[in-house]
Nanobody, 124 residues
């Protein structure tokens, strides 16, 4: 069974930075994504990357502040989060999509495998 493991969460003040990691990603995966869920809110897509083509996708709320990347040698996907805001506080999840069929990059429905999540807390 595939197991994705997220690391790098923590507590920071507004304006700070964190880098989340997700490993391992398999080269049979088509796309990796980061999602988040705050208490009382629905899970939302934050960023995604196509493993082979490298295309990246971002939610409007994080574009320009967050960067998704991959390290093929380490089979790791990263989410660099800069200029963090209190509204970024959430549990962050890594997910993997196997199929190459079309799907909206930030839609959670298309992803097959999920990590357990890592908490990010941003204080004002």
């Amino acid at each position: 069974q595939v197991q994705l493991v997220e690391t790098g969460g923590g507590s920071v003040q507004a304006g700070g930075s964190l880098r989340l990691s997700c490993a391992p990603f398999g080269h049979t995966y088509n796309r990796m994504g980061w999602f988040r869920q705050a208490p009382g809110k629905e899970r939302e897509g934050v960023a995604a990357i196509d493993i082979r083509g490298g295309s990246r996708f971002y939610a409007a709320s994080v574009k320009g502040r967050f960067t998704i990347s991959q390290d093929n040698a380490k089979n790791t996907v990263y989410l660099q989060m800069n200029s963090l805001k209190p509204e970024d506080t959430a549990m962050y999840y890594c997910a993997a999509k196997e199929s190459n069929l079309f799907s909206f990059p930030l839609s959670s429905d298309a992803y097959n495998y999920w990590g357990q999540g890592t908490q990010v807390t941003v204080s004002s």
